[in-house]
């Protein structure tokens, strides 16, 4: 496809009308196996681990949102973390941020630490932690962007230019899940690995659990492609086009989750139960400036700590009625959890641990009055 812009993107990118019946949604294919012409001689599909129409479809989009030159689809962002680590050997290490996923830690602490990478977490978004802590053996620095639960920013370029005068040059993968391609581009910022959980805002209706690559590399590509079929931790059919049904509303939905977003940090601001709001582009967030150089909004994304501590913050979320209490992110509904006691329980006992008084809001695309009122009450019941 020419040069696009996201929105017309987000509808056609990898997405073609099925050649036999000219439907113009990619068709589920439904099926594990594929007829061929002769011994050896296939149509393009031999297996559907090995490749299905839908998914190619969706990993052509996932490309295309991203601007990359290649993506791959996997059964749920840990698997697409998983595949990352797979390009790493025993005795490499791995600089990550010290505010990720529960299971991404859970990932890199429980199972490839025994299988002897070595890990270091530090503040990504102080340039000088990065710089200080990168070693001769470090292969890949690892990132999220805005942090979960944290919404930490880090500036992808500056570290990008960091690691690219580095003797080993490590790869830069950025986990974009909360910001989107629709929101910042890691690649256009020097990235080499974008990595998402599509189940998320790229999905968007809480149907579907996903995960996705995307990259320029040639080299990573066929290592990462020939991992995908060696593994076998691909996504259905099904998955894949909801995936791709929920990506043609992806801009249209993040201007409203942001704009919602921003009604409610400001309310929240004002909350005298409440100690401290963060969203990425809220005038006290210490990194605003980075994150509206390399982000279009500040997202769906907002975490807040009440005054009143652990207790303060179970009643808020167990009072919440619009909210609903649960984890994952990104759906067009709204929802309220407690990182330490729900999606962050594997930090706990680690340098990594969250604040018991922290809730994390998904903030939906409902009536931001509505969305502002059920705060109101919650907090009342605080």
Known sequence: MSKKMIETLAIHAGQEPDPSTGAIMTPIYQTSTYVQDGVGETRGYEYSRTGNPTRTALEGALAGLEGGKYGLAFASGMASTDMILRLLNPGDHILSGNDVYGGTFRLFDKVYRRYGLEFTYVDTSDLAQVK??????????????????????????????????????????????????????????????????????????SDAVGGGVVLNSDEHYERLAFMQNAVGAVPGPMDCFLVLRGIKTLHVRMDRHAENATAVTDYLSEHPKVGRVIYPFDDTHPHREVAKKQMRSGGGMVSFVMKGGVEAARKVAENAEVFALAESLGGVESLIEIPAAMTHMSVAESELAVDPGLVRLSVGIEHKDDLIADIEQALDKA
């Open 132 to 205: 200080q802590n990168l070693r001769p053996e470090t292969k890949l620095v690892w990132l999220e962007t805005p942090t979960n639960p944290l919404l930490n920013i880090t500036d992808l370029q500056a570290v990008a230019d960091i690691l690219a005068s580095h003797p080993n040059k490590p790869l830069l993968a950025v986990d974009n899940t909360f910001a989107t391609p629709y929101l910042q581009r890691p690649l256009e910022l020097g990235a080499d690995i974008v990595v998402h959980s599509t189940t998320k805002y790229l999905g968007g209706h």
